[in-house]
């Protein structure tokens, strides 16, 4: 049989309960049994200290203990008056002139209550000066506590009273029955409350164990749209909030996906469709195998491979495994390598190409120049792109002390503010037509986005002061 959660912590606080129920209850009869024991053998004390008093004076008056053996009831006498409490003093109007009726039966003294006899009585010692025994019940230790007993300031005996080791009393008994099944009592009722709140606490604790549960198997068969609700703000309270931060991610992760996907699919096809467009032409006769034909094809697979080039790239980086041989290095001067090259391209696009670099030497950082070249040759071909003829880019290059900023500012046109933080995204190109002949495919800043990073820097786009966009790349600089 398979027991649930909510089952076993149910059983779990229970024990707990129970077991702490249990055990105070038993420690609690314990500790009354033994207080108890206690309690009686103090009061008890008190007529040993009565009786003490008697013996002093009945041996004040002998001035020898033979009073005892001549006459045996008279021990009697005396533990009887020390056991009962004596009376309130009798006013002045009423003096009575007899003893009291409790203790004497005519000229004999009365016999003490059975109880008192036998647990009183025969529990009492009495020892001379020599600690020789006088009056003894039972077996006298030197451990056992005595009182000394004085006349004229001369210790002429010991008085004892063995301690009770248990309770025999019957009204005594039954007091302790009788606390102790109130103690049983107590016990049940705490148990069977604290049995019902496990019962509630339990299922209060397992409910959001159960629709997290229930929302995992959902999440498991591709349901990312599922949530649960957050009720509270302890750990259960954080772990749905982390599980709907997490089904949002995978949601996220799967819309991106499919549009990949999509969106790779859409710029395979162009490609593929013209160059089967083209060959299928060559297999009917409508256009001849010449010059101009195998150019176009030609074209075609250029544009498909650099693709599947930058795909490769991008994938590459996403996984880590680009590889990256970083050493010390002029930044100015990788950037104007790459200027050299782009500049006629520039000029013959009709577009003005400014550069303002500090000399060389000064800006040092930690980079792979490999794929600087590949960052800031994606950024000026994009610029070559998207720039109109007769407009102008303006590149500027500043260090501080541990940052080297780079900006890229070029003239119209621009992008919608709304399209800015999307420039980073695969495959995306601002043209609602896809034209490729204006761009490429939409790859080349994420590429830039991934390199900057693995340098430990940052990437932003914003509107530029030119009406195009401005592009600024902040790298660590090396401290000389």
Request: hydrophobic letters at 45%.
């Amino acid at each position: 049989m398979k027991i649930g959660v909510a089952h076993k912590l149910f059983l779990v606080i229970l024990t707990a309960a129970g077991l702490a129920v249990v055990s105070s209850a038993l420690i609690m009869q314990w500790s009354l049994s033994r207080g108890f024991l206690k309690f009686i053998n103090a009061m008890e004390k008190t007529g040993i200290s009565r009786l003490a008093a008697e013996l002093e004076k009945n041996y004040g008056t002998e001035q020898s203990w033979e009073f005892l053996h001549r006459d045996p009831a008279r021990w009697r006498q005396l533990v009887a008056a020390s056991l009962l409490e004596a009376p309130p003093p009798p006013s002045e109007e009423k003096m009575p002139d007899v003893s009291p009726p409790e203790l004497f039966d005519g000229d004999k003294p009365r016999p003490l209550p059975p109880h008192m006899a036998r647990h009183f009585n025969q529990r009492l010692f009495l020892l001379d000066a020599g600690r020789r025994p006088l009056v003894d019940h039972g077996k006298v230790s030197v451990d056992n506590v005595v009182t000394p007993l004085l006349s004229h300031g001369k210790v002429v005996g010991y008085l004892g009273l063995l301690p009770r080791t248990n309770i025999a009393d019957a009204p005594h008994q039954r007091f302790l029955r009788e606390q102790k099944s109130t103690f049983a009592l107590v016990a049940g009722v705490v148990v069977l409350l604290s049995a019902l709140l496990s019962l509630l606490l339990a299922k209060r604790l397992v409910r959001p164990l159960g629709e997290l549960a229930e929302a995992t198997h959902q999440l498991a068969a591709g349901s990312f749209t599922v949530r649960v609700p957050v009720t509270s703000h302890d750990e259960l309270g954080q772990l749905a909030s982390d599980f709907n931060s997490l089904a949002l991610a995978l949601e996220k992760s799967e819309l991106t996906r499919r549009q990949w996907v999509a969106d790779i699919s859409h710029e395979l096809r162009t490609p593929i469709a013209i160059l089967r467009g083209e060959i299928e032409a060559l297999q009917d006769g409508i256009r001849q195998p010449n010059h101009e034909t195998i150019n176009s094809l030609h074209d075609e697979v250029q544009r498909l491979g650099r693709l599947v080039d930058d795909l490769y790239q991008l994938s590459l980086s996403d996984v880590g495994a680009l590889t990256y041989r970083k050493c010390e290095l002029d930044l100015a001067e990788v950037l104007a390598e790459i200027i050299a090259v782009y500049r006629l391209e520039f000029l013959s696009k009709e577009i003005l190409l400014e550069a303002s670099l500090p000399e060389k030497g000064i800006v040092t950082v930690f980079g792979d120049k490999e794929r600087l070249h590949q960052l800031f040759s994606n950024l000026l071909d994009n610029a070559l792109k998207y720039t109109d003829a007769g407009g102008e880019l303006q590149i500027g290059m500043q260090a501080s002390a541990d940052v080297v900023a780079i900006d890229f500012r070029d003239s119209a046109p621009g992008v919608l503010p709304s399209e800015l933080e999307r420039l980073f995204e695969r495959l995306y190109r601002v043209e609602s037509s896809r034209n490729r002949s204006t761009g490429g495919a939409g790859l080349g800043l994420a590429i830039c986005r991934n390199i900057v990073e693995a340098h430990g820097g940052n990437i932003t786009v914003n509107a530029s002061p030119l009406g195009g966009l401005w592009i600024r790349i902040e790298l660590p600089g090396v401290t000389p």
